[in-house]
């Protein structure tokens, strides 16, 4: 993606709110509307159409929701795939579980402002950190409890396949941490740590750092409430 000049598509069902975001955006220096979708079905078709670099994705919507349309634009968009923004109204959403389970990069509150719309594309864009880390974290820590997610004293077994570093770069990404964070923490260079993370997500087959903070709590690694 060309930092300079974002590709975005903005889906929600209700007229007001996309009219709203759409503003918002083709107000800011750097980034292009290149459509909108009232519906899932609408926003695969557009998503094929128009190639964007981030998509904003209402979740809940009549018909084809959210998740659905997340999994589904992912299944068939070229490389690079498009960065997925879930929007919501209340930030414990199973729905917005669901869609980082199915490649979304993060999500926002729809009643987030400017700003903070902004941010969010920038940051999804960018791929190097979480949007809102601990918002994500609670999220996440909610919804992978109920699955039954369980403490492990050796790796989980779909874990196995990474090395102790690899493992050391997930923990960190799962409590939120940036790639100069965990680079200043483990003592070693930012692009260390992106060697590890993209070999963990290859082996790991995720697309997204939110998946990987989904991953490293089903699978025991992390566990909710426990420290860095």
Not at 106 to 114: I, R
Request: glycine letters at 8%; a negative charge; proline letters at 6%.
């Amino acid at each position: 993606m060309n930092s300079s000049h974002i590709k975005v598509l903005v889906v929600d069902d209700q007229f007001l709110i996309r009219a709203g975001l759409v503003g918002v955006l083709r107000a800011a220096p750097g980034i292009e509307v290149v459509g909108e979708a009232g519906d899932g079905t609408e926003a695969v078709e557009l998503a094929a159409a128009t190639r964007p670099d981030v998509i904003l994705m209402d979740i809940r919507m009549p018909g084809m929701n959210g998740i659905t349309a997340t999994e589904r634009i992912l299944a068939d968009a070229a490389e690079p795939p498009p960065r997925i923004l879930v929007l919501t109204t209340f930030d414990l959403d199973e729905y917005v579980y669901g869609a980082l389970r199915a490649g979304a990069a993060g999500f926002l509150l729809k009643d987030s402002g400017p700003e903070r719309l902004l941010a969010a594309v920038a940051a999804v864009g960018s791929g190097d950190a979480l949007f809102a880390p601990s918002v994500t974290r609670r999220l996440v820590e909610a919804f992978a409890v109920r699955s039954g997610a369980v403490p492990a004293e050796e790796p989980p077994p779909d874990l196995a396949a990474l090395t102790g570093r690899e493992l050391e770069v997930l923990k960190l990404i799962a409590r939120g941490l940036s790639n100069a964070e965990i680079a200043d923490r483990l003592y070693i260079s930012e692009a260390t740590v992106k060697t590890h993370l993209n070999r963990t997500m290859n082996k790991l087959d995720l697309d997204t750092r939110a998946q990987a903070v989904v991953i490293a709590y089903e699978t025991g690694l992390v566990t909710p409430g426990a420290g860095l």
